[in-house]
Each structure stands twice: as C-alpha cells, then as structure tokens.
C-alpha cells in the first residue's frame, strides 16, 4: 500500500476505506461490469461515509462463517479438496488465535507455502489479489484485533512498528478492475 494513502488516517479510517473498496468491487461483480461505473463509486462513497459517522457498521463475522460452512471442505485458496489442514489466517507465530473465525480450510500445499505469512503477503509474493470473501474476513479481523485492543483511533503509520498478527502497510485500499477479481475460489 502506498504510504501517502496511510498518512494521517487513522486505523479505523484506513478499514473503513479498505471494506468501502471492498463493498464496491463485490457491486460491481455482482453485477458482471468489467470497470467501476458511477453507481460502483457511490456505494463506495455512501459506505464509507456511513462507516466514519456510525449509521452503518462493518459486519460480524457470521455471515462469512456461513459462507465457510457452505463451501464445504474446500480450500479456500485454490479450491482443492485433497489433502485439507486448517490454516490460522492471521498467523498463530504473530498472535493469530485459535479460533473459528481465524481458520479457513486450506490444502497442505497452500497452507505451507503461506507459512507464517501475512495473507496480504503471500498473495502479493504470488502476484495475485485474493478473493474478496477472504479479504473481508481479513479485514475484518483486524477490525476486531483493533477494536478489542484500543488500537482504532491510532494513526496507522503507528502500527507499522508494532509486533502484530497482521501487517497494516498490507490492507488493500486499490482493488483492481472488477473482471478481474473473484468472490470465492470455486473447485
């Protein structure tokens, strides 16, 4: 992520603009367009401005376990169903807990590679943008990270530094053109 979009937002701000961007590409593949129209910017617009005054609110993480669940045993990031493991999407070595909202299915293959990797990370050493369902759980657990640890309201360059589950220079603010992107990965 580029350091002029962090400077001077806080964490919260820079969440909000992330799950903003997120809720229109996910429009916009909904809706098969192949570039962000005006409509893809409004949503953006209204999300984003709901977020930051509190008349809207970023999403448990119910309904992402539901999409868990209807997936089946399946990775989650390449859709293999042979030899399955769970892997900690925020890494157990940096913090990541034990818990169900921080496991996604993943075959051994992928859950190897990624190792103690940020998400963001390895998906960027593999030059591609991850499914939006994973980026929302991403995103998500960083919110509630932040949110439970009183680190919301600090400037994001701050966190740069700190030894935290996830690296926040990572969250993706650009999302590519929607034609490009995928909700889930389908096996």
């Not at 992520?1 to 001077?8: A, G």
């Not at 997936?71 to 034990?98: A, M």
């Not at 030059?127 to 994973?134: A, G, R």
């Not at 935290?164 to 389908?186: A, C, H, M, S, Y």
């Amino acid at each position: 992520m580029k350091d002029d979009v962090m400077e001077n937002k806080t964490v919260k701000e820079l969440i909000f603009l992330s799950y903003a961007n997120l809720a229109m590409a996910h429009s916009a593949i909904d809706k098969k367009q192949t570039k962000y129209n005006v409509v893809s910017y409004s949503i953006r617009a209204k999300l984003f401005k709901g977020l930051k005054d509190g008349s809207m609110n970023i999403r448990s993480l119910f309904d992402d376990e539901k999409i868990k669940l209807s997936q089946g045993l399946t990775c989650n990031y390449c859709g293999s169903k042979n030899n399955l493991s769970l892997d900690h999407v925020f890494p157990q070595k940096y913090g990541g807990i034990d818990t169900g909202d921080n496991l996604l299915y993943a075959c051994k293959s992928c859950n190897s590679s990624k190792g103690k990797k940020d998400l963001m990370q390895w998906y960027m050493d593999k030059d591609k943008f991850p499914p939006l369902m994973i980026i929302r759980r991403y995103l998500k657990l960083i919110y509630n990270y932040c949110l439970e640890n009183n680190l919301l309201e600090m400037n994001s360059d701050e966190l740069t530094d700190k030894n935290l589950p996830f690296d926040i220079t990572l969250v993706p603010i650009k999302f590519p053109k929607p034609d490009t992107l995928v909700l889930t990965i389908q096996s």
